[in-house]
Nanobody, 124 residues
Framework: QVQLVESGGGLVQAGGSLRLSCAAS????????MGWFRQAPGKEREFVAA????????FYADSVKGRFSISRENAKNTVFLQMNSLKPEDTAVYYC?????????????????GGQGTQVTVSS
């Protein structure tokens, strides 16, 4: 049974930082393309960042480029999202997602597995 468990969310002031983690189990992690998505109240789920199986390729939404950084440690079956210079508009539930294959996708529906999410709240 595949499980993705996010952690690291919380309340932070604008300009602050948080580091999200997503631990995977039940699947060969190094075969997976990993992504982060977020969903704010009343809005659709949107792509945030993704990383290839070997970490060599990363992809970002324009809204987070230069502020967020995605990385992974295959030996620990974990993917991270370092979030710096946080803004109130970054407030959302953040979801980890995993897909098989070598290509990126910015659509959550293209991912095979998703986590339960972790809340990130940025106060102004």
């Amino acid at each position: 049974q595949v499980q993705l468990v996010e952690s690291g969310g919380g309340l932070v002031q604008a300009g602050g930082s948080l580091r999200l983690s997503c631990a995977a189990s039940g699947v060969r992690f190094s075969n997976l393309f990993m992504g982060w998505f977020r969903q704010a109240p009343g809005k659709e789920r949107e792509f945030v960042a993704a990383i290839s199986w070997d970490g060599d390729s990363t992809f970002y939404a324009d809204s987070v480029k230069g502020r967020f950084s995605i990385s992974r440690e295959n030996a620990k079956n974990t993917v991270f999202l370092q979030m710096n210079s946080l803004k109130p508009e970054d407030t959302a539930v953040y979801y980890c997602a995993a897909k098989f294959g070598l290509t990126n996708s910015r659509r959550f529906s293209d991912y095979n597995y998703g986590g339960q999410g972790t809340q990130v709240t940025v106060s102004s």
